[in-house]
Structure formats: structure tokens, C-alpha cells
């Protein structure tokens, strides 16, 4: 098998780089190891930045996005039992966020892809990149059917996620590593309860962060922060509720709606970002190259960001032999990731309580929130950083 641009992992960033790639004339094969059912139901994000709605419309993929997406022109942080208000759209000057669950997302891409002819082999296994510094690097791989099978391509772009096999198929000298973990994870649900307000709530509180959030008008999402490496059998469905009841209600009576617990996960927070993201022939993107912690709602994002500079590098190339742009892809979209790992980092560390904080360091995260949501310059800050900065 040949392409010009071989993609291990289909999810955010390995479909939407095909979708673009396609749109500019280039061939591309991607490769998931996971069946097409798995990854059009697994649960994760579910905030889309304005950049990313505009690029899919812009791109064609965005009428189900535009009828079923909810459009969210603020957020509230949350905080001795009391709400204040952050305008998103006034504040950016008429930027908003939408909820659409990242799944959804997977669905109007792979549709997409599927009715333009694209290449998705599901349950490819065992995949391995070869000769990333060589002009033509190959990636080998089990058919679902079992078969030892070569694809030869111009170009790999290694989009396959935090447990990838691309990142570490790169000698270690080559490539520097930055790490932090949270001394917490979350604990995350969907519930099958109308949403109790209507736009997201970020909530400090002694006992730990809570999140509000939705997926449509009959469901609600909610994380609770959590110890690392929480066991779920710790948390039945009644302490869940009673915990984000503790947590979240207000003074003013607000709390979230209850109803049967469809799914839980536990999400374990950590940055992370690899320099560079390029080797040889051999391009990073997404949860490969970066993770960030999910406060803040970047991780989808971000993915998008990569794939959008490097379809454009890759095109550049391949149609006008320029290649400028691949040559900086790395320098360009490490200057995005590391201002939204500070954006996750700063909202994480705001919001959480961490194990060794003192009477002192509480009294400095409720300073901060005060600030925060008062102060214009701040709230401008938190806000541009939210809608998602320019995709470049
Ligand atoms: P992935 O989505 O991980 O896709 C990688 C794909 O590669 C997968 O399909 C995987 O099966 C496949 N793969 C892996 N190894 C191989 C292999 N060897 N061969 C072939 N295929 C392989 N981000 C936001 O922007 N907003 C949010 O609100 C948000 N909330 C989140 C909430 C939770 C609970 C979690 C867990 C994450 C959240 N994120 C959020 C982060 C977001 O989900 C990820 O950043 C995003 O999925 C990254 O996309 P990706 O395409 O880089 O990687
Ligand atoms: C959601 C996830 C996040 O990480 C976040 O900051 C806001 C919302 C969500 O899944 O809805």
C-alpha cells in the first residue's frame, strides 16, 4: 500500500488532518487501533473553542454542529457558595464557545471522510513507524483480519494519543520532554438530568474542585477532583451526589439536577510537552505531543490547532516545494501549546486543592478568584485564553 501522508490514531487530530489534507488535493490513509464504534462513542471532551467551530464549518463539516451544538456565551466560577459571571463574548469582543461532545465531533469527521472516498482501517494492530529519516518512511501494521501489512508514505503524521507508539518511536537523545502531574484526578459523570442552569460552573471548595457541565438539554456532564489512581468502586452513585451536592450548592439554593448516572471515568491530570514535535519525516500532533490538564477545556483544541498548521505546512510542500513551514511546524504550534499549558496549569492551580496547602495558600486561591472576577484586565485575560487563542 502507498499514501502520501500515513496517520496513526483516529481521533481528534488524525481525522481532522485527513479531512484538511483531502481539501487541499493530498492522499492520506489513517490507521486506528480501535474499532469505528469505539471511538464514535468513547466519552471525553466537550468544549469546542470559536476557532475550532469556525474551522469546521469552514470546512463542511459543521451543520450538525450548528443545529445540535449549544452555544455558551459565558462561564461561572463558583466560590464561597456564590456565582460570579465571566462574559465570554463581551469581553473578546464577540467570541463564544460551543458544547458538542468530542464524539460527536469523531462522527461528522469520519462521515465525512468515509463519503469522500478517505481511508480509515479500524482495528489496525500493532502499528510501527519505520525509516523517519528516509524520503519515504513506512508504517507497519496487522489488518483486522490478521495480515502483516506495509504502507509506504511521503510523510507519517503520528497522531495517536498519550499511549501512542509514534512519540516513542523517536530516539531519546533526539527529543526533550517537560512533565508535570496534579497530585489529583477527576472523577467524571453523565447524568441523565436537564442541565439546572444554563452555562458552565467552575467551583472551588474546601473539600475539592467541581465542574458543571452538559451535552445537551437532557444531560447533564459533572466532574468532582478526586485523589490520583481513585478506585471507582469507592464511589457509588449516592456519594457521588451527595459530595457534588456538598460541593456545588449555592447560597441561593442552586444545585446541579440528579438523575440515573449513565457513565463515569476517572481522568488523571498532567502536563506534559515534548520538543520538538517533528523528527525527520515523522510529525507529532495532539495528545502525542502534549497533554494538558482538562481545566480549562484545551486538550481537543489544541489538537486541532497542530493539525491545522501542519496541513497547511505539509501542502505547502508537497504543492509548491516549499517546505519553510515544515520546517517550523515544531517552533509554531509549541508557542500555542506551551501558552495553553500555562492557560490549564493557571486554572488548575486557581480552582484545586492540593494536598500540602495551608490556611495561607487558601486564602490566596480565594484572593485570586476575587480577582480574578473583578478585575476587568483579568477577566479579559481569562477570557481570550477560554474562546481559545488564534489558531497561529
Ligand atoms: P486521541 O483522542 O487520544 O486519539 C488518538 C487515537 O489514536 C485514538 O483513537 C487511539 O485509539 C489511537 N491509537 C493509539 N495508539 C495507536 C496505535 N498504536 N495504532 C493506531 N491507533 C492508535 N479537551 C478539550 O479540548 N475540551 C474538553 O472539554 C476536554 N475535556 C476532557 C475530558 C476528559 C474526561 C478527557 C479524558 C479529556 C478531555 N479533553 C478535553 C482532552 C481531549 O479529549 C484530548 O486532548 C483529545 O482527545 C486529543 O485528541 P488526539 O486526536 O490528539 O488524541
Ligand atoms: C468539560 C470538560 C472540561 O475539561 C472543562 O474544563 C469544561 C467542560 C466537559 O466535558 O463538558
Not at 490513509?29 to 470559536?50: D, F, T, W
Not at 457534588?244 to 440515573?260: F, Q
Not at 490547532?305 to 515544531?330: M, N, P, T
Amino acid at each position: 500500500m502507498r499514501t502520501q501522508v500515513g496517520i496513526v490514531g483516529a481521533g481528534p487530530a488524525g481525522l481532522m488532518l485527513s479531512h484538511l489534507l483531502h481539501l487541499e488535493g493530498i492522499e492520506s490513509v489513517v490507521l486506528e487501533a480501535r474499532s469505528r464504534k469505539y471511538v464514535e462513542e468513547r466519552v471525553r471532551a466537550g468544549v469546542l473553542e470559536q476557532g475550532t467551530v469556525d474551522l469546521m464549518i469552514d470546512t463542511g463539516i459543521g451543520d450538525r454542529l450548528q443545529r445540535e451544538g449549544l452555544l455558551h456565551h459565558g462561564i461561572e466560577l463558583s466560590f464561597l457558595g456564590r456565582r460570579r459571571r465571566v462574559d465570554l463574548t463581551e469581553l473578546t469582543g464577540g467570541k463564544s464557545i460551543t458544547i458538542y461532545a468530542q464524539h460527536e465531533v469523531i462522527r461528522d469527521l469520519i462521515r465525512a471522510r468515509v463519503a469522500a472516498g478517505g481511508q480509515i482501517i479500524f482495528e489496525a494492530d500493532q502499528a510501527t513507524v519505520h525509516d523517519v529519516n528516509s524520503a519515504s518512511p513506512r508504517i507497519r501494521f496487522r489488518s483486522p483480519e490478521g495480515q502483516a501489512c506495509e504502507l509506504k508514505c511521503d510523510f507519517i503524521a503520528g497522531c495517536d494519543g498519550w499511549h501512542g507508539v509514534c512519540r516513542s518511536s523517536i530516539p531519546e537523545g533526539a527529543l526533550a520532554c517537560y512533565e508535570r502531574t496534579y497530585p489529583f484526578a477527576w472523577l467524571g459523570i453523565l447524568a441523565q438530568a436537564a442541565p439546572a442552569t444554563e452555562e458552565l460552573i467552575y467551583t472551588y471548595h474546601p473539600r475539592g474542585f467541581a465542574l458543571f457541565s452538559m451535552r445537551s438539554p437532557e444531560v447533564t456532564r459533572l466532574y468532582l477532583q478526586c485523589a490520583p489512581e481513585e478506585d471507582l468502586a469507592n464511589w457509588p452513585d449516592d456519594r457521588i451526589w451527595e459530595e457534588l451536592r456538598t460541593r456545588m450548592t449555592c447560597a441561593d439554593g442552586w444545585a446541579p439536577n440528579e438523575g440515573e448516572i449513565l457513565q463515569k471515568g476517572i481522568t488523571d491530570m498532567r502536563g506534559f510537552v515534548v520538543e520538538p514535535m517533528q523528527h525527520g519525516r515523522l510529525f507529532l500532533a495532539g495528545d502525542a505531543a502534549h497533554i494538558v490538564p482538562p481545566t480549562g477545556a484545551k486538550g481537543l483544541n489544541l489538537a486541532i490547532a497542530d493539525v491545522h498548521v501542519l496541513a497547511r505546512a505539509l501542502a505547502a510542500f508537497i504543492k509548491q516545494g516549499r517546505r519553510e513551514l515544515l520546517d517550523r511546524y515544531s517552533e509554531i504550534c509549541l508557542r500555542r501549546a506551551w501558552k495553553v499549558q500555562r492557560f490549564s496549569w493557571w486554572m488548575t492551580s486557581m480552582l484545586h486543592c492540593f494536598p500540602d496547602d495551608s490556611g495561607f495558600d487558601r486564602r490566596r486561591q480565594l484572593a485570586e478568584l476575587d480577582y480574578v472576577t473583578t478585575s476587568r484586565a483579568a477577566l479579559t485575560s481569562l477570557a481570550e485564553n477560554y474562546v481559545g487563542l488564534p489558531m497561529e
